[in-house]
């Protein structure tokens, strides 16, 4: 009887400590770039490392069902480069379109998603950027007699920064900590 007794108090102290909502702020530092500019008839290509260039971001959430996993579902706000996505989502217009089709932030500090936002004007112009983390970021953008395509490629160069730091979630340790007192206490009756 004591047993499940226990484990449903230990439940309950660990819930909330998942549950409750966070804002973490991320960058992306060093990648190798492509660019190419066409201009009329014209096209340039260069290629380059840029240790200092950033892609920066946010996003705020809780892992409600405490899988140790904040995912798609649970997030109430996201923002890549300067961009509001759920604020973009909400209101899309031919003129700025936003989607963010994957997300998952794990509590060992893995970050993973797939972002993008576009628009144009009515005349001959348009731009798009997307971002997969992990993979690479992109920029477009045409008019009448020009078109631009950047590249960033993450390398084994590329660092990531994200506040807070990851850290076991509280509930995870009291769910650790509860685990052991549980054994401890089954192995003395036992004895």
């Known amino acids: ?97 936003c989607s963010l089709s994957t997300f998952s932030y794990a509590e060992d500090g893995t970050l993973a998603f797939s972002a993008g936002v576009s628009g144009n004007d009515e005349y001959y112009s348009g731009w798009s950027s997307a971002v997969t983390s992990g993979l690479q970021a992109s920029s477009y953008s045409y008019g009448q007699f020009s078109e631009e395509r950047y590249r960033y490629y993450w390398t084994d160069q590329t660092r990531f920064d994200i506040v807070p730091a990851p850290v076991p979630e509280p509930g995870g340790a009291a769910m650790a900590a509860a685990g052991v007192l549980l054994l401890a206490w089954r192995r003395r009756r036992q004895s």
């Open 1 to 97: 009887m004591r047993t499940p007794l226990l484990a449903a108090l230990f439940g309950a102290i660990a819930l909330p400590a998942y549950a409750e909502p966070t804002t973490w702020q991320f960058t992306y530092t060093g990648f190798f770039s492509t660019v190419d500019i066409s201009y009329r008839d014209e096209t340039t290509h260069t290629e380059a490392f840029l240790p200092d260039y950033t892609i920066y971001g946010s996003f705020t959430g809780s892992d409600a069902d405490a899988d140790g996993i904040v995912a798609l579902s649970e997030l109430t706000g996201f923002s890549l480069r300067g961009e509001d996505y759920f604020d973009c989502m909400d209101n899309p217009s031919p003129y700025r379109r």
